[in-house]
């Protein structure tokens, strides 16, 4: 038995998402008595690897085979799979992101498993095994029990603490069988950024709204990013109005985001934007109307014009970190 | 070429959310049932395509796994114009037993596109567009948010983290959209929702499937203290409360 991980890399470099998945299927490995292997796809030094091992990964199977550099569904599904019959996985965790998404539901159907997606935990037992997740968009939990014997989870990002655990982590090369017939789609084009930080895998966030007043104001945005070493977003009518681009834009219909921390500057707060941030550990909201909604979900408040209040907030940050 | 949309039925977005039967039931009094918003902007993005005439569409059919409840769903999509339905009639009762209704129902019928939104608001599960595509052992590609008929070839934005990729992919396959495949979910008009009437609604009996979960309770979230409020002439406070309070800077 096992409890295997799917990890993601970023240019060679293990995303935050992957440590915290990996120290959460080493506690579930410790509750089952059993051990945690990582899977790793791409082009990753054996010392990058290695860092799994820190986080409780009994080892590590790696495949670098060229043809996985573009995800492609149908042949990742198959080598989890083939992973996972190697170390007769009972227990299969994915990140609840965009690869995680695209996979655990297939993997699941392939293994025969029942699926928990979005779970926020560690399960609450596993006799029954029962996982506690988010519905209704975070206006409720759910405890699911999941009756397969193979069990399939996608975990809610920044929702379990990346731990120290070293284990031995072991890389072993693992070439899994490829059916050519797999590779349906042709990437024609790709546009990455580079060297900022990635809104989906952010600890801090800060993200403007129609209060920002323009386009011409994110300055003050940036910078308050850059001081927290933050990722930028925006609300719905900001990315509407071509103030941002729409992949900044979070909210029920744009990007979910679980952040520690989340700065709200100009957004009154509607249901559909505390939807795709309401996993967020503590928000503050900066809002002209002391009665917007914003107030009532948020953990700290600031009434007040967020162009002069941003400009404050990075003084006493500098201040704070000299 | 043949476009099917699956729908889901859930509460309305400003749906309050309650429970009954100590925790057990979601409870439906006075609750409105819409298009899952996700599945609407993946049928208003096949009638896009439809209508241009490059694209070579000539049918737009949605599917919803439900009970005789979810009709009115339904003929609101026939009233955005979709051209048909078929509604399986069983009470979904998880992602695997959806999806292999609707694998069941539809196998023979050679869609060319399938597309399902990215998640529903009701389970948040993003389960049953993968399931599907595992199931029919189709090509899938997740995290769409554009979808394009260029000279006879269908060109996909797939959103990845920090970017996006533009790639090509040949029919048959399945489509998970998200935010950015079309811009507003398109309204039904008047002429629109009498022609729904006369639309065909196809009913097909479910197939006997276990589900592989089962909801035991929910739980609302816990009440949180109220907004701790910090004057605006005093930011510095703030910056104070995050580090030494809330210890997330």
Not at chain 2, 130 to 157: Q, Y
Not at chain 2, 170 to 183: C, N, R, W
Not at chain 2, 224 to 245: F, G, I, Q
Request: with cysteine; charged share 25%; glycine share 8%.
């Amino acid at each position: 038995m096992s409890v295997l991980v799917f990890t993601e890399n970023w240019d060679g470099k293990f995303k935050k998402s992957s440590f915290e998945l990996v120290s959460y299927a080493s506690k579930i490995a410790e509750m089952l008595n059993t051990s945690t292997v990582a899977l790793s796809i791409g082009n990753v030094t054996e010392d990058e690897l290695k860092n799994l091992g820190k986080h409780g990964a009994d080892k590590i199977l790696s495949v670098t085979d060229e043809r996985f550099n573009y995800l492609e569904n149908q042949a990742y599904t198959s080598v989890i799979a083939q992973a996972a019959a190697k170390e007769s996985a009972s227990v299969l965790v994915f990140a609840n992101n965009n690869m995680g998404k695209a996979l655990a539901p297939r993997v699941a159907v392939k293994m025969n498993a029942g699926l928990g997606a979005g779970v926020d935990q560690l399960p609450k037992s596993t006799e029954p095994f029962t996982i506690h997740k988010k519905v209704y968009s975070g206006n409720a939990f759910g405890n699911v029990i999941i009756k397969t014997d193979v069990k399939v989870l996608t975990l809610m990002q920044n929702s379990f603490m990346i731990v120290e655990n070293q284990k031995d982590g072991a890389v072993e090369t693992f070439a899994p069988e490829v059916n050519e017939a797999h590779f349906k789609t042709k990437v024609k084009d790709v546009a990455k950024q580079t060297g900022q930080i990635i809104l989906t895998d952010a600890e801090i966030v800060v993200s403007g709204g129609r209060g920002m007043k323009g386009a011409e104001n994110w300055g003050a945005i940036e910078e308050l990013a850059e001081v927290l070493g933050a990722a930028t977003a925006c609300s719905r009518p900001v990315s509407d109005e071509g103030w941002r681009p729409h992949n900044e834009h979070t909210g029920q219909t744009g990007k979910i985001i679980a952040p520690n921390l989340y700065i709200a500057a100009g957004i009154s707060g509607a249901i559909q934007h505390i939807a795709g941030v309401s996993g967020t550990k503590c928000l503050v909201a900066i809002n002209t109307d002391k009665d917007a909604p914003i107030f009532e979900v948020a953990d700290y408040g600031i009434v007040g014009d967020a162009l002069k209040v941003l400009p404050e907030l990075v003084a006493g940050i500098k201040e704070l970190k000299s | 070429m043949k476009i099917l949309i699956c729908l889901s039925n859930v509460p309305d977005t400003t749906t309050k959310i309650k429970f009954t039967d100590d925790n057990t039931k979601f409870d439906e009094t006075g609750v409105q049932w819409v298009i899952n918003p996700w599945d609407e902007l993946a049928l208003t993005r096949a009638l896009e395509l439809k209508e241009d005439a490059g694209a070579n569409v000539e049918k737009v059919t949605v599917i919803n796994v439900g009970l005789a409840n979810t009709e009115p769903t339904i003929r609101k999509a026939l009233a955005i114009g979709a051209d048909d339905a078929i509604r399986v009639n069983a009470e979904p009762k998880d992602a695997f037993f959806v999806a292999s209704q609707i694998a069941n129902a539809i196998k023979d019928q050679g869609f060319d596109i399938i597309i399902n939104g990215i998640e529903s608001s009701d389970f948040n599960g993003s389960a049953v567009g993968g399931m599907l595509a595992e199931m029919l052992d189709l090509p899938s590609v997740s995290a769409v948010s554009a979808m394009k008929v260029e000279n006879g070839a269908i060109v996909i934005d797939r959103e990845i983290d920090g970017g996006k990729e533009v790639l090509s992919i040949e029919t048959p396959f399945l489509a998970v959209v998200q935010k950015g495949i079309a811009l507003e979910p398109r309204i039904a008009a008047m002429r629109g929702i009498m022609m729904a009437r006369k639309k065909p609604l196809t009913i097909i009996e479910a197939v006997d499937v276990q589900a592989m979960t089962d909801f035991v309770a929910y739980e609302m979230p816990q009440p949180k203290p109220p907004c701790k409020m910090v004057d605006a002439d005093n930011v510095k406070d703030l910056v104070n409360l995050l580090h030494n309070e809330a210890k997330v800077i």
